[in-house]
């Protein structure tokens, strides 16, 4: 008997818990937006920068320990450096900004 | 976005076509090596019970699985240890002499299995092969961490 | 006290589902206040699996028999630590285990949601919902912990061979392992479910892998190092499909841990990730299957089994669902760019995961082996040790080659000058090693000769790294050695984090295949002074003696062992009899010499004369096998230590672009 008063205690709470943030109306603050086509493409974008960046600073550490020779760091750096700037300057058009807007 | 302006033109292309085929070496090889054994090696042995076991399997490597009914002698026997199995379902046996580990939990009424040749109706164990398996107490146990 | 028990699970189960619904709901609806709902019911059902499980050991330490469970597993005689040991021997008990680990993970893991990845959460929810709904039906319906019947005057007693102090480790570590797997899957799901393809949920989901592969290779060498002295038939790992259950969704993870690297620095192999992950997940669930049941010995054993459907049913959900996702957000998935050259970093992940998921498939088929045959109406047959060996062999060297290449390697492409630079150390290492071996006769095994040579020339690459980055930092600033060395580890912790991981492979290696290819056995029946050689130990039987436990009786050999002529002590191999659970259980004497190597000696029986049937091992380095889980362990650590500096990066990222409800509860 006092089982299934302990499970209806319980079940009571559960419910009460779970009923909780649905007990008042919906207000505009309980409205959860999605990610817009332009946010998601801006991610990417900036990802894409970050990417870059890092790859920079890798490129460097695999210089200095002579994993690439040179001429192979010159051209990837500058590879990246383009890949980081082009993104940045995509960026900067989707966000309708000019040059001095990037950061 | 794949091709930054600093390359020149015609190298990414031909790279590529280059790794695509390395790729698919690679795979094929993995694949290939996985088929030709498994193919050729033979490596798998039938598993049988008491009563499959006694149709036409003498003279092969087999694993035979079944319950003890007696045993005599043990790992310490200079004759090793000799025990009949019965099928699960029938009433037919095989006699089995084994030499090596003794598990655990071997006696008589116990599920086993064992590697080993049949010769004449009697099963020549390999040695260290016999495990038994699940005493139904145990849900546990079972092959699990004995030798396979 | 049983009803509360099981109240409590279908309450929770209840939850699980309204979790799902809300979940979902809020997702499509874009609700805030379902998707509050739904992360308390998640709460809710925390407490009452809480509930679940303090009735549950309140039973088992109580010797609560009417319990079913508890009944089956323990005795009034068992010693109290592996009374608690014995709360996850059971099925019943180790899920209700997973299912506890499963909820707190799944909160944690919504915790970790809130820098830019919010809009996931209504999805998450519904997903790890769906993950506990289906280990809660479970525990409500075939395999209830809360079955009870007229007790008995005591329970049947623990299997002896669980009666050991790593019951207490090696499968909450395994569990640990397979539940932590389902995080990274449920992230990577609401992730494609959401429409968020960026690389996001990989660093979410990292360290999550991380962890849970860490637990899983510490289980599995837990499991190994107590197989190795408990179970006693000398050796550590028998291919037994419950060990090759941890080791499947091991490898599979370990590609993964490679290939989101790719992505995280190429964006490439999107598709290939969430493959792998789910992959994992997927087995990691069969790992679980396999572990709770003997079912796959037979086609018939599976369908008279109470939970196999139920895991079927799981399994192609798992990999149907994630597979249509996949479908689904294809045109996301593109990648940003393409390897360039086969001598690129990248390739040689691409390699490495190729060689890993090919050896997960091997040992897959091994597993399913007798199913398949019976399957296509042959008799069953079954594949052993050899078939796994050859693919360990085969794809392992390999890989070990791989992992010697790969640091050496530049992204994207390296030339040649550079690699014949980089390579003449490690290659001269290789064959040196290699020449040496061969002339200590170690060429008996040429898997082992060849093993070693790779070894060497893998770990001079590795080490090399460590020298090369150290001397690039000294001579950069004015930092001494020390500092330098330390400083270099501290800011490219997961690269330094992951050599310290493969040179824990190596010494792993190295003892496996010194303890395997070169090992020396010897039996005999030896009567009171006769005498046992090993290699150049010897055995010395000097009579039995017999000894009380607590709840066993025992006869031991007793054994002055020499190594080399010099006398190395006593070793007493014994045989005790277990008096409630009528077995007996095999302890091996074990002798570790300086030199990393094993004496290793078991007593198989005791004949009436007193004269004693023994099997003795010498296994030279085996000792490095337990050596390096702690390497392993280790580097794990250092891979999964928080990035200060990527968390900075990544906050700023969403700073920049703020994503709806990134504030959320």
Not at chain 2, 78 to 100: H, M, N
Not at chain 3, 341 to 358: D, I, K, P, Y
Not at chain 3, 430 to 441: D, K, P, Q, S
Request: with cysteine.
């Amino acid at each position: 008997m006092i089982a299934y008063l302990v499970l209806a205690a319980l079940a009571v709470a559960v419910v009460v818990l779970v009923a909780w943030p649905l007990a008042r109306p919906a207000a505009e603050r309980d409205h959860l937006d999605a990610t817009t086509e332009g946010q998601r493409r801006r991610l990417a974008l900036r990802e894409e920068r970050d990417l870059a960046l890092e790859a920079l600073k890798e490129l460097e550490l695999d210089h200095a320990t002579h994993h690439i020779s040179d001429v192979d760091y010159a051209d990837l750096v500058q590879r990246e450096r383009v890949r980081a700037a082009e993104a940045i300057r995509a960026l900067d058009e989707e966000l309708g900004t000019g040059p001095q807007g990037a950061r | 976005m794949s091709e930054s302006p600093a390359a020149t033109p015609e190298e990414p292309k031909r790279g590529l076509r280059h790794i695509r085929l390395v790729v698919a070496l690679a795979v094929a090889s993995i694949l290939g090596t996985f088929a030709v054994y498994t193919a050729f090696a033979d490596t798998s042995i039938p598993v049988l019970g008491v009563a499959q076991a006694a149709t036409g399997y003498d003279g092969e490597d087999i694993r035979l699985e079944g319950r003890v009914t007696e045993a005599t002698g043990d790992a310490a026997d200079p004759q090793g240890l000799r025990f009949t199995v019965r099928d699960f379902e029938t009433q037919e046996t095989i006699r089995v002499v084994y030499t090596g580990s003794v598990p655990d939990a071997f006696r008589v009424g116990r599920e086993v299995v064992i590697d080993g040749r049949l010769e004449n109706g009697v099963l020549a164990g390999t040695p260290d092969t016999l495990v038994t398996k699940c005493p139904s107490k145990y849900e546990e146990q079972g092959t699990s961490t004995d030798p396979a | 006290m049983a009803l509360v028990g099981q109240g409590a699970l279908i309450l929770a189960l209840l939850l699980a589902l309204w979790a799902i619904a809300a979940g979902l709901a809020a997702a499509t609806g874009r609700d805030a206040r379902l998707m509050r709902s739904a992360a308390l019911a998640l709460w809710g059902i925390l407490g009452l699996v809480a509930v679940a499980v303090a009735i549950f050991v309140h039973a088992i330490v109580t010797h609560d028999f009417s319990f079913q469970v508890v009944a089956s597993s323990t005795s009034r005689s068992l010693p109290w630590g592996y009374l608690i040991t014995s709360a996850w021997a059971s099925q019943a008990g180790s899920l209700l285990l997973w299912v506890s680990i499963l909820i707190v993970f799944s909160l944690l893991a919504l915790r970790a949601t809130r820098q830019g990845l919010a809009e996931i959460r209504p999805w998450l929810i519904a997903i790890l919902g769906a993950i506990l709904a289906f280990f809660l039906l479970l525990l409500v319906v075939p395999a209830s912990p809360f079955a009870t019947q007229v007790a008995p005057p005591d329970g049947n007693g623990l299997n002896p061979a669980l009666q050991n102090p790593y019951m207490a480790t090696h499968p909450p570590a395994l569990y640990l392992g397979y539940v932590g797997l389902a995080i990274p899957f449920a992230l990577a799901m609401a992730s494609m479910l959401a429409g968020r393809v960026d690389a996001r949920w990989v660093v979410a989901s990292r360290r999550w892998t991380l962890v849970a592969w860490g637990f899983l290779g510490v289980g599995m060498l837990l499991g190994s190092h107590w197989a190795y002295q408990e179970i006693g038939w000398g050796g550590f790992w028998a291919w037994d499909p419950v060990e090759n259950a941890a080791l499947m969704p091991w490898l599979v993870a370990t590609a993964f841990l490679h290939s989101v690297i790719v992505q995280e620095k190429k964006g490439m192999l999107k598709v290939w990730n969430i493959a792998l992950i789910a992959g994992a997940f997927a087995l990691s669930i069969f790992g679980t299957f396999l572990t709770r049941s003997g079912i796959l010995s037979s086609v018939h054993a599976f369908v008279e089994s109470d939970i196999g459907w139920y895991f079927i049913v799981a399994l192609i959900l798992v990999c149907g669902g994630s597979t249509l996702l996949i479908v689904w957000r294809l045109p996301l998935l593109r990648a940003d760019q393409r390897i360039e050259s086969v001598a690129s970093r990248e390739a040689t992940f691409l390699f490495n995961n190729l060689l890993l998921v090919g050896m997960a498939f091997a040992v897959l088929w091994g597993v399913v082996f007798p199913l398949l045959t019976e399957a296509v109406g042959r008799v069953r047959e079954t594949v052993s040790s050899p078939f796994y060996e050859f693919f360990a062999i085969a794809f392992g060297i390999p890989l070990l080659l791989l992992m010697g290449i790969g640091p050496l390697i530049a992204w994207r492409r390296a030339s040649l000058a550079q690699l014949r630079r980089s390579f003449l150390w490690p290659l001269v290492a290789g064959l040196v090693a290699g020449a040496a071996m061969l002339a200590l006769g170690l060429g008996s095994s040429w898997a082992g000769a060849a093993t070693g040579s790779v070894c060497a020339f893998t770990a001079v690459t590795i080490i090399s790294e460590f020298v090369r980055g150290t001397r690039a930092r000294h001579s950069l600033g004015d930092e001494r050695w020390p500092t330098a060395f330390a400083r270099m580890i501290g800011k490219n912790r997961r690269r330094y984090g992951g050599y310290v991981v493969h040179l824990g492979i190596i010494v792993f290696v190295i003892g496996a295949i010194g303890s395997s290819a070169y090992e020396s056995r010897a039996q005999g029946l030896l009567e009171r002074g006769q005498t046992l050689a090993i290699g150049d130990a010897t055995l010395t039987f000097r009579g039995v003696e017999e000894a009380e436990g607590p709840n066993y009786t025992q006869r031991a050999a007793v054994l002055d062992a020499t190594l080399g002529g010099e006398p190395i002590g006593t070793l007493a191999p014994a045989r005790r009899a277990y008096t409630r659970e009528q077995t007996t259980s095999n302890e091996v004497a074990i002798h570790t010499t300086l030199s990393g190597g094993d004496l290793f000696v078991i007593l198989d029986g005791i004949r009436g004369d007193g004269a004693v049937q023994i099997k003795a091992f010498y296994k030279p380095l085996v000792t490095l096998i337990w050596l390096s889980g702690l390497i392993f362990v280790l580097g794990v650590v250092l891979c999964v230590w928080p990035d200060a500096r990527e968390r900075r990066r990544i906050l700023r990222r969403y700073a920049e672009e703020p994503l709806s409800g990134e504030a959320g509860p």
